[in-house]
């Protein structure tokens, strides 16, 4: 056994983007490789679930853990994790505050399954077979983990000591992460998101282009303007979210002349990312006039999609109301 | 701050929580159980002390409060008792007496909130329970904080120059202080210069006016700003900032010496302009002056009948005759001025009842019957008869009908009593008898004489041989065989009988209600209508003269129906509170100002765009809030994208414990 502090990494509900983070670490990941034994990373590593549970408590020195928290086998592993390691880190968007996945809390299950397994146009599935639970066949079984009615961030189901923000977390802040750890020195205080606690204007490079006054009469979509590659993107009329989105990631979406989208998530004293992001941008709308607004906000298609992109399980929202948002059953089959 | 800390003990480190609960005499007390609310509060988390007392407000109630934080080491304070419109600062200055800083304080209203508007006893005492719990969560976040001083600019705006207006402003100026006089129209005076007498002591209306009016315009203190209306005001209590509107008045006012020349060489030989003075009883031409005494004595022409605005194509005898003065420019257009002041009376007035909306009564429809307003013109010396009661047919009445209440105390119009009526008539019928020896019908509904003099005046009235008759006029109608006359039908209440009493010349007793444009006043202020339309007082009794706008005053029939006597008493209480005001020198503010935190502001300017007051400007890539311009609005606050953007007393800590501790039991 090696000596090296012992590091590992987890996929719960994301796109696996956050796993090619690490790899676009490039060879600052040899560095880290050569640093620390990573004990398990189920993506790229050989490894066993047995190998953690026959670990002593708290034997792992950190475990990154991408993606939010969907099905019992996503909220077995955090919780196991958890307990092998000194530090656990939400890693990136999803496990953060839910990400794209955690959209699906605008539906519940069955909706979401119905979808999914009968009705998008290139579904066939006429005996409606659904995924189950339990399977048997000669006397041998199978199972899948349940399926919740909700998505939630990883701080919902256990104690995160570090959040690595972005979606995916930009090798800067992967660097500054890690970097951080291995020394062990000047660590901030749990809960903290290892970013940079201002919104983004503060590095974006277009700031100064932007006026005092920003008045919109009509939002617009990239794909329908020719847009400017040094002027402010909302006085262009695009819904930029930089003023709601913590700072850290460098503008990268910006400097390729593309809007923020808020993966970073609020700063530390923002308690409802979309609630926000959603009132800088309505402040722009330069009518009185209750009918025009709204038909300037018509031109902001899926608001929930927009403003809480990444953020609708951390949000005051969390979900669609539904009487038990946390219920798992087995999924229903034939 | 995770759910998991803030049930944790105290939250803020350890304050030391005292929560008093009042009885209000029995106002709090009858629907809330005091003695259980204040078991509940000594149950909550930092709570050293709970009370609950008779009177929290009393001198004994507040020597509790400093007691108690000097013997316990208190150092939050919450009060559960009525609105803090009312003692907020009453317990603040307690606390400070007793040696804490008095935003260690929460005050929670449980008689408005609750007791007031709840029966039940149990669910009135559950509300008032979640309410101290909030407060008790809240204060716990309290920061010292120290109160702003902004000093009083000394100047103070007057807005309207009837007989309040012109009290307040003489008040004012009497007393060294700057005043800006704003008049809509053409010449101060209001519905008083109207008048011919006053009652009940029938002294001269322009005799003891014109003479106040003439003041106004020499005092070296008023500035009058005649056919002007303020558009805009912006600022707060001591450092208000007026935008005044000026109409045209065609004439250059400080070359016009109001010799009146102009008028009588004007190409139209006869006026054909119903005089709006007058109401509209005799004629006057496109240049003129309101009326004799009129002040500023300055002409003025009306662009609709003077012959050059409409065809530029006059003799134009008036600016001959004007000659080397030169005053008539009929070029002048629209201006803007703007006035610093610190202090606002609104003493706009009102306006008569329209007596075309009871079309029982015949008004504008039957040619004898008058206004009492038109008879007030009428009878006044000055007026287009030079004071003879002559009808629209030329003859003199020999019976005169009187009915009261013309749209007062009648729910189809308003409901309340306009309070003039009762005592205008009398003087009227009086004024008629007196000089045309006319038989006189009053027909009332009560005879309201509640005033010094006014029951004898009633009296002497009577015996003058004026009828009195207590029945409402259902209808006014001619009489049969085209005499000329109308018939007033009435229920006579004392006899008991309908009667129908054919009379020359009928007077409606129109009623006071408020100016038609006071909803634009109100809104322009900032202050607030009572149902039936007239300005609020801060408080019925004790503050007859605020508003819940600070530095805004209230004088005259614009905040209820009143009398002259009254009028003149309360703009003397205007003034007398706005000299409060500026002799104080400063004003301590609230303070609820926002602030940007530097380090934590990304410049991403959201704010500065919504700041209704201009307060916040950008500067090196960082917004900066101008505390003195800052009213506490809290908009930056809640925009700030990045919550960079904090307010003293709204911190979000406080208000989302408050939340907590409100939806506790949810």
């Known amino acids: 056994m090696s000596d090296k502090p012992k590091v590992a990494f987890y996929w719960c509900a994301s796109c696996g983007g956050c796993e090619e983070a690490i790899v676009d670490l490039a060879e600052q990941l040899l560095d880290v490789a050569a640093a620390v034994e990573i004990v398990f990373w189920p993506v790229a590593v050989d490894g066993k679930r047995s190998d953690i549970e026959a670990m002593e408590d708290g034997e792992i020195l950190a475990t990154f853990i991408n993606g939010a928290i969907r099905t019992t086998e996503q909220e077995e592993m955090v919780h196991l994790l958890r307990q092998k390691s000194q530090v656990l880190l939400a890693f990136g968007s999803c496990a953060h505050l839910g990400g794209i996945p955690g959209l699906a809390n605008q539906f519940d299950r069955e909706t979401i399954l119905e979808t999914v397994f009968d009705s998008t146009p290139s579904t066939v599935n006429p005996e409606k077979v659904r995924p189950q639970l339990e399977f048997t066949e000669n006397g041998h079984s199978v199972d899948l983990p349940g399926f919740y009615e909700t998505v939630r961030t990883l701080d919902q189901v256990t104690e995160v000591d570090y959040i690595v923000p972005g979606c995916a977390p930009t090798p800067n802040i992967i660097g500054g992460a890690v970097g951080a750890l291995l020394s062990g020195d000047d660590l901030p205080p749990a809960g903290t998101v290892l970013a940079p606690d201002t919104a983004l204007c503060d590095e974006c490079g277009r700031k100064e282009t932007k006026p005092e006054v920003v008045a919109i009469s009509e939002w617009k979509r990239p794909h329908e303007v020719l847009i400017d590659e040094d002027l402010c993107l909302l006085a262009q009329g695009l819904v930029c979210l930089g003023p709601a989105t913590r700072a850290g990631c460098g503008s990268l979406c910006i400097g390729a002349n593309m809007p923020c989208s808020g993966c970073f998530g609020p700063t530390s004293r923002v308690r409802d990312y979309g609630g926000k992001a959603l009132g800088a941008i309505a402040s722009l709308v330069d009518s009185d006039d209750e009918a025009e607004i709204d038909k300037i906000l018509a031109g902001i298609p899926d608001p929930v999609g927009t403003f809480y992109r990444y953020s609708l399980p951390a949000s005051r929202l969390r979900r669609a109301p539904m009487e038990r948002p946390l219920e798992v059953a087995a999924p229903k089959g034939e | ?469 207590r029945g409402k006029v259902a209808e006014v109608y001619p009489e049969a065989g085209n005499t000329g006359r109308v018939v007033l039908q009435a229920e006579d209440t004392f006899l008991g009988m309908v009667r129908k009493i054919p009379v020359d010349m009928v007077i409606l007793a129109t009623g006071i209600e408020p100016q038609a444009d006071a909803e634009d006043v109100r809104r322009t202020f900032n202050i607030s209508c009572s149902t039936g339309g007239f300005f609020t007082e801060r408080h019925p009794k004790l503050a007859p003269v605020s508003t819940f706008t600070d530095g805004v005053f209230l004088a005259g029939a614009c905040q209820a129906p009143k009398d002259i006597p009254d009028t003149v008493a309360q703009a003397g209480a205007a003034a007398a509170e706005a000299l409060a005001l500026i002799d104080a020198g400063h004003i301590e503010l609230e303070p609820n100002t926002a602030f940007v935190v530097e380090e934590e502001c990304s410049g991403c300017k959201t704010c500065v765009g919504l700041c209704p007051f201009s307060a916040i400007g950008y500067d090196e890539g960082k917004a900066s809030i101008n505390e003195v311009l800052c009213k506490g609005c809290g908009t930056c606050v809640a925009a700030c994208p990045s919550g960079s953007i904090r307010q003293n007393l709204f911190e979000d800590e406080e208000i989302f414990e408050e939340i907590v501790g409100v939806m506790a039991n949810v």
Not at chain 2, 63 to 76: C, S
């Open chain 2, 1 to 469: 701050m995770t759910e998991a800390n803030l049930s944790a003990g105290n939250g803020n480190g350890s304050p030391r929580i005292g929560v008093y609960v009042c009885h209000c005499g029995t106002n709090i007390s009858a629907t809330i159980d005091v003695v259980a609310a204040r078991d509940v509060a000594e149950n909550l988390p930092g709570v050293v002390l709970s009370r609950e007392y008779k009177y929290m407000c009393s001198d004994p109630g507040q020597e509790i409060i400093k007691d108690d934080i000097r013997e316990l080491g208190l150092d939050r304070i919450v009060v559960a008792s009525c609105s803090p419109c009312l003692h907020e600062e009453t317990f603040r200055n307690a606390i400070a007496d007793g040696g804490l800083n008095p935003y260690f304080f929460q005050m929670v209203n449980i008689r408005e909130h609750a007791s007031w508007v709840h029966k039940d006893i149990k669910a009135a005492t559950a509300k008032a329970n979640d309410l101290i719990r909030a407060a008790v969560r809240r204060v716990r976040f309290h920061r010292p904080l120290e109160a702003r001083r902004v000093p009083i600019d000394p100047r103070v705006l007057v807005v309207g120059g009837g007989i309040a207006g012109i009290h307040s402003a003489l008040t004012l100026a009497d007393a060294g202080k700057k005043v800006y006089l704003v008049e809509r129209e053409p010449s101060i005076g209001g519905h008083m210069a109207m008048f011919d007498k006053t009652f009940p002591t029938l002294d001269c209306a322009a005799c003891i006016l014109t003479p106040k009016m003439t003041q106004v315009r020499a005092h070296p203190n008023i500035e009058v700003m005649t056919m002007s209306e303020v558009v805009e005001i912006d600022g707060f209590v001591g450092n208000y900032r007026a935008k005044i509107k000026h109409k045209p008045r065609y004439i250059l006012e400080d070359a016009c010496v109001g010799c009146l020349e102009c008028i009588d060489v004007c190409v139209f030989r006869n006026g054909k302009t119903p005089d709006e003075f007058n109401l509209g009883l005799s004629k006057r031409k496109p240049i003129y002056i309101p009326f004799p005494q009129a002040v500023p004595q300055v002409v003025l022409i009306d662009p609709e009948g003077c012959i050059e605005f409409r065809t530029g194509r006059c003799k134009k005898t008036c600016v001959e005759v004007c000659a080397e003065r030169n005053a008539i420019d009929f070029t002048q257009e629209e201006t803007f001025s703007e006035v610093e002041i610190g202090s606002v009376i609104i003493s706009t007035g009102f306006k008569a009842f329209d007596a075309r909306r009871l079309p029982q009564y015949g008004y504008g429809r039957l040619d004898p019957v008058y206004t009492a307003l038109e008879v007030e013109r009428l009878v006044n010396a000055s007026g287009p008869t030079e004071g003879e009661i002559v009808l629209r047919d030329g003859s003199k009445p020999k019976k005169v009908g009187i009915i009261h209440c013309i749209g007062s105390r009648d729910k189809n119009t308003n409901v309340h009593c306009s309070r003039v009526c009762c005592m205008y008539s009398l003087k009227l019928a009086h004024l008629v008898k007196e000089k045309t020896d006319a038989e006189i019908y009053e027909f009332f509904i009560d005879m309201r004489t509640g005033g010094k003099g006014f029951e004898e005046f009633m009296l002497r009235v009577k015996e003058e041989g004026v009828t009195m008759i």
